[in-house]
């Protein structure tokens, strides 16, 4: 049996989650706490996709992070976030391992 596949050459980068929020902070305009919004515990490791385009209700979503920082929305998963940065052109393509540790 052969196992047909696709390679595909999507960057992989690491990031601090201290450094994500400050990020995020920065150029969105709200703090960002990855560790609660998330769910993810200490010495973890999550991957979040930051597609080459964003469309759909991830875009929609993404525009009204963007909006409105901290004044409506209450939910901010790294995925909005991502597209949201995206959205802006701060960030590339890719895989971002979100690192965890404190």
Same mark, same amino acid.
């Given at each position: 049996?052969?196992?047909? !596949?696709?390679?595909?050459?999507?960057p992989?980068?690491?990031?601090?989650? !201290?450094?994500?929020?400050?990020?995020?902070?920065? !150029?969105?305009?709200? !703090?960002?706490?990855?560790?609660?919004?998330?769910?993810?515990?200490n010495? #973890?490791?999550? =991957?979040?996709?930051? =597609?080459?385009?964003?469309?759909?209700?991830?875009?929609t979503?993404? &525009?009204?992070?963007?909006?409105?920082?901290?004044?409506?929305?209450?939910?901010? =998963? %790294? #995925?909005?976030?991502? %597209?949201a940065?995206?959205?802006k052109?701060?960030? &590339? =393509?890719?895989?971002?391992?979100?690192?965890?540790?404190?």
């Open positions: 049996m052969n196992l047909k !596949h696709t390679v595909k050459n999507n992989i980068y690491e990031v601090d989650y !201290h450094d994500f929020g400050e990020y995020v902070e920065k !150029h969105l305009g709200f !703090h960002y706490d990855f560790v609660n919004e998330n769910e993810v515990g010495d #973890s490791t999550t =991957p979040v996709e930051c =597609p080459d385009v964003v469309d759909g209700i991830t875009k979503m993404a &525009e009204e992070l963007i909006k409105d920082t901290e004044e409506k929305v209450t939910w901010r =998963p %790294a #995925s909005t976030v991502m %597209a940065l995206r959205l052109g701060l960030v &590339e =393509p890719g895989t971002y391992l979100i690192n965890v540790c404190w």
